[in-house]
């Protein structure tokens, strides 16, 4: 079983946890402007990466907050976790943001 560290609680199973996917993601910002495929693609296409990747994390059944792994796929060892930082509002993901 893998223990995952929540940044609050400390070491946990995995069972405790819920997986967000990918991390560092930035919604587009004017969505009325993608065509089907564009927003497809933002909503289900992910990198499957083998190696280092980063992913969010929701301790579900602990405090419930949310945090990112980086975690090797092949080995599965978890070499960091990085919370969310206090006060950067939704438009901060954005910066940098083209579509």
Same mark, same amino acid.
């Given at each position: 079983?893998?223990?995952?560290? =929540? %940044?609050? =609680?400390?070491?946990?199973?995995?069972?405790?946890? *819920? =997986?967000?996917? @990918? $991390? #560092?993601?930035?919604? %587009?910002?004017?969505?009325?402007?993608?065509?089907?495929? @564009?927003?497809? #693609? !933002?909503?289900?296409?992910?990198?499957?990466?083998?190696?280092?990747? /980063? @992913?969010? &994390?929701?301790?579900?059944?602990?405090?419930?907050? &949310?945090?990112? $792994?980086? /975690?090797?796929?092949? *080995? !599965?060892?978890?070499?960091? !976790?990085?919370?969310?930082?206090?006060?950067?509002? %939704? $438009?901060?993901?954005? @910066?940098?943001?083209?579509?």
């Amino acid at each position: 079983m893998l223990m995952i560290e =929540c %940044p609050w =609680c400390g070491p946990r199973a995995e069972s405790e946890f *819920s =997986c967000g996917g @990918e $991390a #560092d993601i930035a919604r %587009p910002l004017d969505t009325d402007k993608l065509t089907d495929k @564009e927003w497809g #693609d !933002y909503l289900f296409m992910r990198k499957n990466p083998r190696g280092v990747h /980063r @992913e969010q &994390w929701m301790h579900t059944q602990g405090c419930r907050r &949310w945090f990112m $792994a980086t /975690r090797d796929t092949v *080995s !599965y060892q978890i070499q960091g !976790y990085d919370t969310f930082k206090t006060g950067h509002t %939704p $438009a901060d993901a954005h @910066e940098g943001n083209k579509q």
